[in-house]
């Protein structure tokens, strides 16, 4: 989901007013939005538990991710050269997440899951978890986005790196690799403590802002790939320039290989609290943004409105609740025991759903210019 209202930048180098269109980027949005669908609905559970969890588990992962270094890349170097931009984002991040928790409150109600929740639950909510179970990824952006801003406004980019990497680091621990953690141990209290506050490490505090500098670093390399003398912030993560094609290729395939890997290997060993966090998902999430960067040639989501995944991934749950409901009534079962029939109901719904949104609210949006012009 892109919480941004365009989709391209100025070409490195460039004039400013000329933009640059990344068709690679704008088709993976619409893949991930996808990927976060698949996630919720274990599309492939009805034909093999096994493949749906690499499926859901592990390739699905890279959603998010991705969406947060498309921030990292677009936004924050808008931000970091206009501080009125910067908050202009946070605010329109914060009304996306108000007017979310006010849409899905009626489902919170009729589940009961404010039921006996003091204030202290509630505010974990709002501040962390989210109200629902996907809206985790707003707060996530608003602490991240901050942390992130501030750190890049008073520390250099190499200091900050660093510290997102520690931070992410220190999560993995309350992630995918809980289950090494010894039993009663000091630094299992100390996660445990953690999750009194933050029910995941997959969190704005220790997820987030790694993915956005993962961003940022691209932007600063391919800024300096485009200019002729060095840009005004310097940096030597992972290096001052992307590598050529061929080195993203055999990153992204060793990347993915280790990632792979690595996701089935803790599922094995039975570790994971929770499968958000993988080693090697920040390599592997750099090299395929950079090979996202390097396609070439027309853009097929330039006819679709441009905050389509954005819909997509704020409705599907609603349009997942409809489908079972749907299920429901009619008895057609299969829709809700076929777990790809399933999928596919609740993605092609949530895509009709978000396209007839954004439609609507574009023509909105064109009738309050055209009245008070």
């Known amino acids: 989901m892109t919480i941004q209202k365009k989709t391209g930048a100025a070409v490195p180098g460039q004039a400013a007013a000329r933009k640059h269109i990344y068709p690679g980027i704008n088709c993976f949005k619409l893949l991930a939005a996808l990927f976060v669908i698949m996630i919720h609905t274990s599309p492939l559970t009805s034909l093999n538990p096994e493949a749906d969890f690499v499926l859901t588990r592990i390739l699905a992962r890279t959603a998010v991710p991705f969406f947060f270094m498309v921030t990292g890349f677009f936004v924050l170097p808008k931000a970091?050269?206009?501080?009125?931009?910067?908050?202009?984002?946070?605010k329109r991040i914060g009304l996306i997440y108000l007017v979310s928790i006010v849409l899905y409150l009626p489902v919170n109600l009729y589940a009961g899951q404010f039921r006996d929740a003091g204030p202290g639950k509630v505010l974990k909510m709002i501040f962390m978890d989210g109200t629902f179970y996907h809206l985790w990824y707003l707060p996530a952006l608003l602490l991240g986005f901050a942390i992130v801003w501030t750190g890049l406004r008073y520390l250099p980019v190499k200091a900050v790196c660093i510290l997102s990497l520690l931070l992410y680091m220190?999560?993995?621990?309350?992630?995918?690799?809980?289950?090494?953690?010894?039993?009663?141990?000091?630094?299992?209290?100390?996660?445990?403590?953690?999750?009194?506050?933050?029910?995941?490490?997959?969190?704005?505090?220790?997820?987030?802002?790694?993915?956005?500098?993962?961003?940022?670093?691209i932007f600063l390399q391919y800024q300096a790939l485009g200019k002729a003398e060095k840009p005004e912030r310097t940096i030597s993560l992972p290096g001052q320039y992307p590598p050529c094609f061929s080195l993203k290729l055999a990153g992204f395939a060793i990347c993915s290989a280790l990632f792979l890997t690595e996701g089935i290997t803790l599922k094995i060993l039975d570790v994971p609290r929770h499968d958000s966090m993988y080693l090697t998902l920040v390599p592997l999430m750099y090299f395929l943004f950079c090979i996202l960067l390097d396609v070439q040639g027309p853009d097929p989501m330039k006819r679709l409105p441009a905050d389509l995944p954005l819909f997509i991934y704020l409705l599907h749950p609603l349009f997942l609740i409809l489908v079972r409901g749907f299920a429901g009534v009619t008895s057609l079962d299969l829709f809700v025991e076929n777990s790809l029939l399933h999928f596919l109901a609740v993605a092609v719904s949530s895509f009709a759903g978000a396209w007839l949104l954004a439609v609507l609210l574009d023509f909105i949006r064109r009738k309050r210019i055209n009245i008070t012009s």
Not at 80 to 90: F, I, K, N, Q
Not at 192 to 209: A, C, D
């Open 80 to 90: 970091l050269a206009d501080t009125h931009r910067g908050l202009l984002y946070l």
């Open 170 to 217: 220190m999560g993995l621990p309350g992630d995918s690799y809980y289950g090494f953690l010894k039993d009663g141990s000091f630094i299992q209290k100390l996660y445990q403590g953690i999750f009194h506050i933050s029910s995941y490490t997959r969190n704005g505090l220790f997820f987030t802002p790694v993915f956005l500098m993962l961003g940022y670093v």
